[in-house]
């Protein structure tokens, strides 16, 4: 087993009351779905948000769909609606 | 083009004269600069606007916008500077330029930027205020400003 962080951004980090997750992978990785479903049983106050369609997972610098397999080592985060301007 | 994430105060005067350099004997010149308010909407006393941006995605997001103005208005020049960080009241969040040839090019252009900036620049802010954090996320009426530039 290998370590993936997931950074949870922007309200995201308040919901879980962390700004970064560890989480167990197997060498073949997991996927973003899997990662949300991680997430909600880890922490309820997150689910609502996590399972959300307006919450998109982002890898290496690119967003991803809930099909893309990520695994240790990659920078795996989560974004609530953005705001800028 | 002129893209700027900056995390300490920015002075909009400067930008402007910057911007003003760079018209390339364009007629028009335009511009926006979004400010912290020193109210909320319930008219409570708003402390800071903290922003918070992911890696080099949220520059990246920045670049993409200013492309897409340049390029669908023909512009001479296109300027994005958008802070990051804690904004006190007063202190500017983003400017937005734009030259091109004639008038309308250039405001619609900052128009068009500030709209995609909105919802489409990674960002994440909230309000900070007496009673803690508020999270601002775009309205509905972004999402249908930013919409109405793709009909």
């Known amino acids: 087993m290998a370590v993936l962080t997931v950074e949870l951004c922007g309200r995201l980090a308040d919901m879980a009351a962390a700004a970064a997750v560890t989480l167990d992978v197997a060498e073949d990785g997991l996927s973003i779905a899997d990662v949300r479903g991680h997430l909600a049983r880890t922490f309820p106050a997150l689910t609502d948000a996590i399972t959300s369609d307006k919450v998109r997972a982002c890898v290496d610098e690119a967003i991803v769909d809930d099909r893309a397999i990520v695994r240790a080592g990659q920078a795996v985060a989560f974004f609530p609606p953005l705001s800028g301007g | 083009m002129a893209v700027v994430l900056a995390t300490e105060p920015i002075n909009p ?47 990246a997001s920045m670049q993409a916008i200013a492309a897409a103005a340049t390029a669908r208005f023909a512009l001479a020049h296109a300027h994005i500077t958008h802070r990051s960080g804690r904004v006190l009241p007063g202190e500017a969040i983003v400017f937005v330029a734009a030259t091109a040839p004639h008038r309308a090019a250039a405001l619609d252009a900052v128009a068009y930027m500030m709209d995609r900036l909105k919802t489409e620049a990674v960002f994440w802010k909230y309000e900070e205020t007496a009673g803690g954090k508020r999270w601002i996320e775009p309205t509905e009426t972004d999402h249908a400003r930013v919409t109405a530039w793709s009909l």
């Open chain 2, 13 to 59: 005067a400067i930008l402007l004269a910057e911007a003003e350099t760079q018209s390339n004997g364009a007629g028009a010149l335009a511009s926006f600069t979004g400010l912290a308010r020193r109210a909320g909407k319930d008219g409570d006393t708003i402390t800071a606007l903290v922003l918070e941006h992911y890696r080099g995605l949220t520059l």
